[in-house]
């Protein structure tokens, strides 16, 4: 052959960690047994049994989205694609979209928008605040979009668009498609896609569904879903063509070989999701991530984002000036095996509360190799107040650790 083989491959047992790290961090997540059979299966991507898989993933995803006639897809990709296949399906060359830029991700749903070359306004909001409903009925009255983007959870600044409803009432009563992003919130906190009018949802597995990355879920109202049908330009983008995905998802044909082990994937995250039941698990989420948030503070360390504008399911916690979050991160890596995120551009790091994350074993053990990572590197916190704050916190609004 004119290239050889290549030498000196090292095997995956040679690079991965002997101890798996604890995912702790903005995602992926760790993912439950079943999870993880499931995508250690391969099955052809058409015929019977895969139409049978699909109609349960589609209903079960109707109660995460909680629709009743939400068209649902899923995308051979990851939030992203699925942020990615909404902007190109709703939004028309030319048109005008309003985005709610409160981070990372909400900016890149405006960038998104730029790229299939709409007139895009940015709504940049302050700094560690919710998007105020007033302001962006204010800038819809202004510029009139036929489109808003907006995230429901910032996973960059770790903050929460609480007033999501409130905003999308405004933005129906001007005609204009809502396109949110819950990839870090859905299964985590309420949302109500027919109550709350939204036009697009979507979703990556990888965080609050406890799934695999590279597998996503897209809803779309039947507004929405008659503005994709009745467009008569042709979308630059074929495998995000929410015409051609249909031929999947809804008439048992050929789009493109369909992830088969992600799609079983995500049928047992959402399986699990829909045992647990929604309530239970938005319980679970807002007691777990609380009570660590109540350990952090306890330790002496100070929240990113104040209460009412705070994102529950990724907590931002501020470095003190005296520890680089490099060195941080890499110690609880590697003395602790487990991992957490840096920012992407405050001084901050971020702990995860997404599905599996959730588990009172696990948020005692980052808790302590948290604090303890920061006695090491010569920042003294009271690490037995925040397990002691951590421990109260579960008993006192009594954390059920199920399923």
Not at 163 to 181: G, M, Q, T
Not at 368 to 381: D, I, M, P, W, Y
């Amino acid at each position: 052959m004119r290239i050889k083989s290549p030498q000196g491959i090292l095997s995956l047992d040679n690079i991965l960690p002997e101890e798996p790290l604890l995912m702790m961090g903005a995602g992926p997540v760790p993912i439950p047994a079943r999870v993880a059979a499931a995508n250690g299966i391969v099955i052809n991507h058409l015929g019977d049994t895969m139409a049978q898989i699909i109609e349960q993933v589609k209903l079960m995803s109707r109660y995460a989205f909680q629709t009743e006639t939400g068209h649902i897809l899923g995308v051979a990709g990851p939030g992203s694609a699925a942020m990615e296949m909404a902007v190109a399906n709703l939004v028309v060359p030319g048109s005008k979209v309003l985005s709610v830029c409160n981070g990372f991700f909400s900016n890149r749903l405006a960038e998104m928008s730029e790229r299939v070359e709409a007139d895009v306004v940015k709504l940049v909001v302050e700094e560690g605040k919710s998007a105020d409903p007033a302001v962006v009925a204010q800038y819809i009255e202004q510029h009139q979009p036929q489109v808003l983007t907006i995230v429901q959870g910032e996973t960059s600044s770790t903050v929460c668009n609480n007033e999501l409803a409130a905003i999308a009432a405004v933005a129906k009563s001007h005609n204009c498609l809502v396109i949110v992003d819950a990839v870090c919130t859905l299964s985590t906190m309420e949302f109500d896609m027919d109550k709350w009018g939204i036009d697009a949802v979507i979703t990556g597995g990888q965080k609050g569904l406890s799934c695999i990355p590279g597998v996503s879920l897209i809803g779309f109202s039947n507004k929405a879903w008659q503005h994709i049908q009745g467009r008569t330009d042709q979308l630059r983008h074929w495998c995000l063509d929410a015409n051609l995905a249909d031929q999947f998802w809804y008439k048992k044909s050929y789009h493109y070989t369909a992830p088969v082990s992600g799609i079983l994937a995500i049928h047992e995250a959402l399986r699990l999701v829909c045992t647990e039941t929604l309530k239970t698990r938005f319980d679970r989420h807002l007691r777990s991530s609380h009570a660590l948030q109540a350990g952090i503070e306890a330790m002496g360390l100070d929240l990113y984002v104040k209460p009412e504008s705070r994102l529950n399911s990724v907590v931002g916690i501020r470095m003190p000036k005296d520890v680089e979050s490099k060195q941080l991160l890499s110690t609880m890596s590697h003395r602790y095996k487990v991992e957490i995120s840096g920012s992407f551009g405050a001084n901050i790091v971020r702990i995860g509360q997404m599905g599996e994350q959730c588990r009172a074993h696990n948020l005692f053990r980052t808790l302590h190799a948290f604090g303890a990572s920061f006695n090491l590197l010569g920042q003294k916190l009271d690490l037995p107040a925040g397990m002691a704050a951590l421990e109260s916190s579960l008993d006192q609004h009594g954390f059920v650790d199920q399923i």
